[in-house]
């Protein structure tokens, strides 16, 4: 069974740019989360999704970053305009509810390396 | 505010030994799990061991177990026999908060 897959795995891109990351959860997983991680600010949850529903989004850090779910395989990431700052890696991450046959680990991508000249 | 505190920025430890990583956690919630997650120098995050609150017995797998002291609030995760490849970050997550510790990254020596 294929694991999360995000793409792309790195993006370099010049500020203002726009700049969107794709994810694809695991097949039967109803929950999908977006995290950042720098080596300043550590992992930190971004958005996280239910049943492609957006439950809480108070990590996205402002008016410039977006996240969507169409449908229950796949979601976006979306900067624009982007800023140096949000240089980081990105990662996705599915889960199945919690229950009495699985722990609702994460299951993580690989991350999208994201730099802004 | 709901905390997660990993003490431990980083350690060392001799090949085949035991290295305990420190957790503790803040909450109210009376049933919550608790996640160990790697992240080797390679990027991803690997899920190690989990840890329910109503489990009555400490967590175990392989040679990663947890060290559950529900009173005081810690879920400490032992690797046992280190290897080489246990070289890596380490972060705590408990799952009521969705976010990870500052983590704590390991070195293991030859």
């Known amino acids: 069974d294929a694991g999360v897959i995000q793409s792309p795995r790195h993006e370099v891109t010049e500020m203002g740019q726009e700049v969107t990351l794709r994810c694809k959860p695991i097949?039967?997983?109803?929950?999908l989360f977006w995290y950042r991680q720098t080596m300043m600010r550590g992992l930190e949850l971004l958005i996280y999704?239910?049943?492609?529903?957006?439950?809480?989004d108070s990590g996205m850090p402002e008016d410039r970053f977006s996240a969507k779910m169409p449908n229950a395989s796949f979601s976006t990431l979306k900067i624009q305009p982007s800023e140096p700052r949000d240089s980081a890696v990105y990662f996705c991450?599915?889960?199945?509810?919690?229950?009495?046959?699985?722990?609702?680990?994460?299951?993580f991508g690989e991350g999208s390396r994201l730099t802004v000249l | 505010a709901q905390k997660i505190t990993q003490t431990q920025p980083g350690m060392f430890v001799q090949e085949k030994e035991a290295v305990t990583l420190d957790c503790t956690y803040d909450?109210?919630?009376?049933?919550?799990?608790l996640f160990w997650y790697k992240q080797p120098s390679s990027g991803e995050m690997i899920f190690l061991i989990y840890?329910?609150?109503?489990?009555?017995q400490n967590a175990t797998e392989g040679r990663y177990s947890l060290n559950f002291q529900k009173a005081r609030k810690s879920a400490n995760l032992v690797i046992s026999a280190s290897q080489l490849g246990d070289s890596a970050m380490y972060f705590c997550?408990?799952?009521?908060?969705?976010?990870f510790g500052a983590g704590t990254t390991v070195t293991v020596r030859a």
């Open positions: 997550a408990p799952h009521y908060k969705l976010s």
């Open positions: 991450a599915s889960s199945l509810r919690p229950g009495l046959l699985n722990t609702g680990e994460l299951f």
């Open positions: 909450t109210s919630d009376q049933s919550y799990g």
């Open positions: 097949s039967g997983h109803d929950y």
């Open positions: 999704f239910n049943n492609n529903v957006p439950i809480d």
């Open positions: 840890q329910g609150s109503y489990d009555e």
